[in-house]
C-alpha cells in the first residue's frame, strides 16, 4: 500500500485545516487508516483512525474539534481539523494497518504502512 499525504500549512489559533491521504496498490488489505502525530522532542502519538468496515476513533485531545472521513471511491481518508490549538502543531502521518481484527488502532506498531508527513503548524 503507497500512501500519499497533504494539506498541511500554517494557521492561526482557532483555525481549521484539512488533511487528505490517498491510498493506491493493495487497498483491499487495508483494515484501519489512520492519523498520527510527532511535535518536535515528542514521541509519535495517535490522533484518529477510521476503520474501513466502518467506524472512527479519536483520541481525547482532538475529540469534538476533529474528524475523520473516507471517500470510498477514492479511497482517500481526510481529516478535518477545527479549533486548531498551538499544542496541535506537528509533523501529521497517515498510516494503514492490514492485521484483521485488531482493536489496537491506537497503537502505531499495528501500521505497517506510512504516508510521508505534512506539517501542520499552528500560531497563537
Known amino acids: 500500500v503507497q500512501l500519499q499525504a497533504c494539506g498541511g500549512g500554517l494557521v492561526q489559533a482557532g483555525g481549521s485545516l484539512r488533511l487528505s491521504c490517498a491510498a493506491s496498490?493493495?487497498?483491499?488489505?487495508?483494515?484501519?487508516m489512520g492519523w498520527f502525530r510527532q511535535a518536535p522532542g515528542k514521541e509519535r502519538q495517535f490522533v484518529a483512525a477510521?476503520?474501513?468496515?466502518?467506524?472512527?476513533f479519536y483520541a481525547d485531545s482532538v475529540k469534538g474539534r476533529f474528524t475523520i472521513s473516507r471517500d470510498n471511491a477514492e479511497n482517500t481518508v481526510y481529516l478535518q481539523m477545527n479549533t486548531l490549538k498551538p499544542e496541535d502543531t506537528a509533523v501529521y502521518y497517515c498510516?494503514?494497518?492490514?492485521?484483521?481484527?485488531?482493536?489496537?488502532?491506537?497503537?502505531?506498531?499495528?501500521?505497517?504502512?506510512w504516508g510521508q508527513g505534512t506539517q501542520v503548524t499552528v500560531s497563537s
Open positions: 498510516a494503514v494497518a492490514t492485521t484483521t481484527r485488531t482493536s489496537r488502532y491506537y497503537d502505531e506498531n499495528e501500521y505497517g504502512y
Open positions: 496498490g493493495r487497498t483491499f488489505s487495508i483494515y484501519y
Open positions: 477510521i476503520r474501513w468496515s466502518g467506524g472512527t
